[in-house]
T-cell receptor, first 115, second 117 residues
Framework: AQTVTQSQPEMSVQEAETVTLSCTYD???????LFWYKQPPSRQMILVIR??????QNATENRFSVNFQKAAKSFSLKISDSQLGDTAMYFC????????????FGGGTRLMVKP | GAVVSQHPSWVICKSGTSVKIECRSL??????MFWYRQFPKQSLMLMAT?????????EQGVEKDKFLINHASLTLSTLTVTSAHPEDSSFYIC?????????????FGPGTRLTVL
C-alpha cells in the first residue's frame, strides 16, 4: 500500500517570502504521479502542480515549483513570492499509473501567509 | 477545466433521517467517481469508488448500508447517508477523473457540509 506523509501540520510565511512544504511517500512501484493540491477556506480542491515519476525535471507552475527526489521518495513544494491568497491547506497526493485513478493524500499542511 | 458540481452545498437534518448528496460531472462523462469524507483540519479520507452501472467499492471500515452509493448515469453519482446521526456530520467531497486508463486528471466538487442534529 502507498502512504504519503506531510510532517509539517502548520507553517507560516511573510508575504513575498519563499516557503517550502515537505512531503515524503512510500511505494514499491516505479510508475506513478505526484500532486500538490490547495484547499483554500472555500474548501474547493485546486490542483497546484503535478509531477510524473518518469520525468527527472522538476515541474514548475509560475510561483510554484517542486523538488522531486525519486530515490529519497521526497516531493517538496516551493512557493515563491508568497501571496495572501496562498493561505490554505496544502495536500500532497500520490497516484499509481493504471490503478483506477485512486488518489492517496497526505495529512495536509496548513499554510498561513502573513502581511 | 472540467467542472464537477455537488448538491446541496450545505444540509442540516435531524437524527434518524436520510440525506442524499448529488455529484455531477457537468461537461464530461465519468464512469468512475470518488467519495471522500473530511473532518475539520484533517485530510480527505476515501470512502468509496462509485462505478457507473455496477456496485460501488467501499474502503475498509466504511459501512455500505450506511452510505449508499448509486452511479446511475455517466454524469451523476449519489451518496445517501441513511439514518444519519450526529457522528455523520462532516464535509463530503466527490471527485471524477476524465478518462479511464493510465493517469487521468481528477476534478473535485465543491463539497457538501452535512450537519446532523
Amino acid at each position: 500500500a502507498q502512504t504519503v506523509t506531510q510532517s509539517q501540520p502548520e507553517m507560516s510565511v511573510q508575504e513575498a517570502e519563499t516557503v517550502t512544504l515537505s512531503c515524503t511517500y512510500d511505494t514499491s512501484e516505479n510508475n506513478y504521479y505526484l500532486f500538490w493540491y490547495k484547499q483554500p477556506p472555500s474548501r474547493q480542491m485546486i490542483l497546484v502542480i503535478r509531477q510524473e515519476a518518469y520525468k527527472q525535471q522538476n515541474a514548475t507552475e509560475n510561483r510554484f515549483s517542486v523538488n522531486f527526489q525519486k530515490a529519497a521518495k521526497s516531493f517538496s513544494l516551493k512557493i515563491s513570492d508568497s501571496q495572501l491568497g496562498d493561505t490554505a491547506m496544502y495536500f500532497c497526493a500520490f497516484i499509481l499509473n493504471n490503478a483506477g485513478n485512486m488518489l492517496t493524500f497526505g495529512g495536509g499542511t496548513r499554510l498561513m501567509v502573513k502581511p | 477545466g472540467a467542472v464537477v458540481s455537488q448538491h446541496p452545498s450545505w444540509v442540516i437534518c435531524k437524527s434518524g433521517t436520510s440525506v442524499k448528496i448529488e455529484c455531477r460531472s457537468l461537461d464530461f462523462q465519468a464512469t468512475t467517481m470518488f467519495w471522500y469524507r473530511q473532518f475539520p483540519k484533517q485530510s480527505l479520507m476515501l470512502m468509496a469508488t462509485s462505478n457507473e452501472g455496477s456496485k460501488a467499492t467501499y474502503e475498509q471500515g466504511v459501512e455500505k448500508d450506511k452510505f449508499l452509493i448509486n452511479h446511475a448515469s455517466l454524469t451523476l453519482s449519489t451518496l445517501t447517508v441513511t439514518s444519519a446521526h450526529p457522528e455523520d456530520s462532516s464535509f463530503y467531497i466527490c471527485s471524477a477523473p476524465i478518462g479511464a486508463g493510465g493517469y487521468n486528471e481528477q476534478f473535485f466538487g465543491p463539497g457538501t457540509r452535512l450537519t446532523v442534529l
